[in-house]
């Protein structure tokens, strides 16, 4: 498995959801050794309450849990959220979920016993292109995913973390106005967000890019400037 690759995933956040202590506590070490950010839960309605709470990038879930399993769990995120990678972990006798899994658009599921093996290249084949292919902006600007660098002109446009989290979050909605509560929930995360806070992280950012890249939608939110 190429290491450089399995070295982009402290890019990423990742919600561990599994009700066997055990277990949990395996991958959750397996996790770390490569996530930099790794949150775990005891089953769906811990887990779902701390995707609320930190919005993870991946979710890797079991399904049968008590109180409340994955297929629960994930019909509740998917009412609203289609872009947070999901991955099941499904037994070989659970393929009556299979169908379940496809309808709520899952990125990816592993079969059980999970190793380190099948566990990572199940990881980057739901991640796909997001950690391979750049993202074009424009014909001289694209975010390199993987150096994790927003480059202009074939020059590196030095940004903070959440700058870069931002403009790819303007991306993953690109065509689409990305509303103050999904940049609150997304970017500020677990933090307070002022529209004072927001207007002058933007007006910072601007001020860092080349180009404008940034348009405003007057009291809703951002998107992609429309000339891109």
Excluded at 73 to 102: C, G, P, Q, W
Excluded at 114 to 124: M, P, Q, T
């Amino acid at each position: 498995m190429d290491e450089k690759i399995l070295e982009r995933f402290s890019n990423y956040s990742i919600l561990c959801v599994e009700d066997e202590a055990g277990i949990r506590k395996r991958l959750v070490n397996t996790l770390k050794y490569y996530f930099d950010d790794v949150i775990d839960a005891a089953n769906g309605e811990e887990g779902y309450e701390l995707y609320l709470e930190y919005k993870p990038d991946i979710i890797l879930s079991d399904i049968e849990m008590p109180e409340q399993n994955g297929i629960e769990m994930v019909k509740k995120i998917r009412e609203k959220d289609f872009h947070t990678i999901i991955i099941m972990v499904t037994a070989y006798s659970n393929e009556e979920y299979l169908l379940d899994l496809i309808n709520l658009n899952i990125n990816h599921y592993i079969l059980k016993p999970i190793n380190s093996e099948n566990l990572f290249s199940g990881i980057i084949k739901a991640l796909g292109e997001r950690l391979t292919s750049n993202l074009i902006f424009t014909q001289d600007c694209y975010f390199d995913v993987q150096r994790y660098e927003f480059i202009y002109q074939e020059s590196v446009v030095p940004l903070r973390k959440r700058d870069k989290e931002f403009l790819l979050l303007l991306y993953r909605y690109k065509n689409q106005i990305v509303s103050y509560e999904i940049i609150d929930e997304y970017i500020w995360k677990d933090k307070n967000m002022t529209m004072s806070a927001l207007k002058t992280f933007i007006k910072e950012l601007r001020q860092k890019l080349p180009i404008n890249l940034i348009e405003n939608i007057s009291q809703t939110g951002y998107k992609l400037n429309s000339i891109l």
